[in-house]
């Protein structure tokens, strides 16, 4: 059978079983692959050094040959906090308000693919199967290409596909989407950002664009398909059953004191809908004062890319929003919203999600969103919660046990969680379980399998 070589900016292998960090599922699953097909997983090292050399380190992790690369600085800034978290990431979640267009980010963009391609090269053999990760190397297959790489080689994207009309927004544009049909197979999380794609790959490339996502253009071929991502399913549920979740679990409702718990969980990102959230949670409590008494809202969110502005910014906008909330209807007893900087192992996570009678995951955009799957699979299947999920996060087009919400309405978010505090038991279950089925089924590891099947081709 091929060798499978995976290709992310950051390479992350779970240290032991359950142990797996906030990335958890995808180094659950690409592991897991990693060591069925005798795989490497390559990508940069998470180190900076003052002269790139594209020495390949190589360990051996839990059965996992990995090989990594050390960037300069000047690397990192221009390429990662750069192109890809100030130019793509912004514009690929519909914020071209926030999308930075600077010549230097995307030069260092193109250096740092060609300082992958160069370095992985020579680790590729004949048969090798190569799939690349997410919005940083969405060049990389192209510039293997250049240097004679003819194996077959796929690329996933993990956040959405903007539609065309923001797309071409992006300066070289067509560049980037001709790069993209030197790959074999080209991964989306959901039908509509699949759709988007192939819209401009019509419309604005002029490529042939079949039904069934076949791109030929340039005389190649390219097949475009929708792999929506799914939960560590197995692995998450063990950890769930643990004495760690069950006094997650317990610490959260001993410190409710009979409250019901309105829970959500996010990496801190504008992406997430944190401010829209907290104004829904702010409009819930005027509607319904006496709410104040007997629900409390735990907001869990690490911060992330903390060298970027626009999250520093996103920070301290929750700090104000939380303290002025409180600040007007805090009792010497009762603090409506709590609000926690920082991650938590996937253990007691589980407790917490078990603990919440609603869950609010309320993106106003996500490729996916992994903790709505999260949390329905750390339900009581006997009194499940309520997810109010966003219309807008990949994870609605499967989960439609959810109550869908518009994000951006405060009005909407604030009447479903009226409705899920009062829904009876039996619909709830009804919900929960339609919901649990998908989430159970439609596995990260079904994923990896259909979409290393189509690589295989
Ligand atoms: P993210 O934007 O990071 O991922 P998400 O899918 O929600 O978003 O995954 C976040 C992961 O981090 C979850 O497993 C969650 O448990 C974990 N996490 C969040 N807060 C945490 C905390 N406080 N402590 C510990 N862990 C925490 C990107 C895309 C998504 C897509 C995924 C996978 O933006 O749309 O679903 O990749 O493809």
Redesign the pocket.
């Known amino acids: 059978m091929s060798r499978l070589i995976v290709v992310s900016n950051r390479v992350s292998v779970p240290k032991a079983r359950g142990a797996a960090g906030?990335?958890?599922?995808?180094a659950v699953a690409l592991g897991s692959a990693l060591k069925e097909n005798r795989g490497i997983w390559f990508g940069w090292s998470g180190k900076e050094i003052d002269t790139f050399s594209g020495s390949l380190n190589m360990e051996r992790v839990e059965g996992v040959t990995t090989a990594t690369i050390d960037l300069e600085h000047q690397d990192v800034e221009e390429y990662y906090n750069g192109y890809a978290n100030r130019t793509l990431w912004p514009l690929f979640h519909y914020r071209i308000d926030l999308a930075e267009y600077e010549r230097e980010f995307g030069r260092g963009y193109e250096r740092v693919n060609e300082r992958f391609a160069e370095s992985m090269r020579p680790l590729v053999e004949p048969d090798d199967l190569i799939w690349v990760h997410d919005y940083h190397l969405i060049p990389l297959g192209e510039r293997l290409r250049a240097k004679g790489v003819q194996n077959r080689i796929g690329f996933f994207l993990?956040?959405p596909w903007p539609p065309t009309r923001l797309f071409v927004s992006l300066p070289y544009h067509e560049r980037l989407v001709r790069t993209m049909l030197e790959y074999d197979v080209l991964g989306f999380?959901t039908t509509e950002w699949l759709e988007s794609f192939l819209h401009y790959c019509d419309k604005e490339l002029g490529a042939e664009v079949s039904s069934d996502g076949t791109v030929r253009f340039g005389g190649r071929e390219t097949v475009a398909r929708a792999y929506p991502?799914g939960l560590d399913y197995e692995e998450f549920t063990a950890a769930g059953d643990s004495g760690v979740a069950r006094n997650a679990q317990q610490r959260i409702l001993s410190s409710a004191r009979r409250r019901k718990v309105m829970l959500g969980?996010?990496?801190l990102?504008y992406?997430k809908g944190l401010p829209e959230r907290f104004d829904a949670i702010s409009r819930f409590l005027d509607q319904y004062p006496e709410s104040t008494r007997d629900t409390v809202f735990i907001q869990?969110?690490?911060p992330s890319r903390e060298d970027v502005q626009s999250y520093r910014d996103i920070r301290d906008l929750l700090e104000a929003k939380t303290g002025k909330i409180n600040g007007a209807r805090s009792e010497v007893d009762v603090v409506p919203i709590r609000y926690v900087n920082?991650?938590?192992?996937?253990a007691e996570?589980f407790g917490f999600y078990r603990a919440a009678k609603v869950g609010l995951v309320t993106p106003l955009r996500?490729?996916?969103?992994?903790?709505a799957k999260?949390y329905v699979a750390a339900q009581d299947p006997e009194d499940p919660g309520v997810l109010i999920l966003s219309r807008f996060?990949?994870a609605a087009l499967q989960l439609d046990g959810a109550v869908l919400v518009n994000p951006y309405s405060s009005e909407d978010v604030s009447e479903a969680i009226r409705q899920a505090l009062d829904m009876p038991l039996e619909e709830r279950k009804a919900r929960w379980e339609k919901m649990h089925v998908s989430v159970k089924n439609e596995d990260v590891i079904s994923w990896r399998k259909s979409f290393v099947d189509t690589l295989r081709g």
């Open positions: 906030a990335q958890g599922g995808l993990h956040i999380q991502i969980v996010d990496r990102d992406s869990i969110a690490p920082k991650g938590y192992p996937r996570l996500d490729g996916m969103n992994l903790v999260e996060a990949g």
